[in-house]
């Protein structure tokens, strides 16, 4: 499942490149952390957003696509209608 899992967020996110995300991150001790912007790039182990300049004091932020699959990092997209709705990934078993 290890590698496979990670190759199929990759490809999930590949879908989401260019469009608004809301992302939260688990910084530890209870600590959360979420920040807007845009899904820029994604490579074979990270992806990279680009943050909204007016809010963050950092202009990327980049995280590891084991990340999402240990749940310490959330995606959420934004749609046409500014409504988030939460980045799925298809599991290999879930498939039809």
Do not use: C, W
Not at 28 to 55: A, C, H, M, N, W
Not at 59 to 71: C, F, G, H, Q
Request: charged share 30%.
């Amino acid at each position: 499942m290890g590698k496979n899992a990670l190759s199929e967020i990759k490809l999930t996110l590949d879908g989401y490149i260019g469009q608004k995300i809301r992302l939260k991150a688990n910084s530890g001790r209870r600590k959360t952390i979420e920040r807007t912007g845009v899904l820029e790039e994604t490579y074979p182990s990270v992806f990279i957003v680009k943050l909204d300049e007016e809010q963050h004091a950092f202009k990327r932020v980049s995280y590891s696509y084991a990340d999402i699959l240990t749940e310490s990092v959330e995606l959420n997209v934004f749609d046409n209608n500014d409504q988030l709705v939460p980045v799925r990934y298809v599991r290999e078993s879930e498939q039809i």
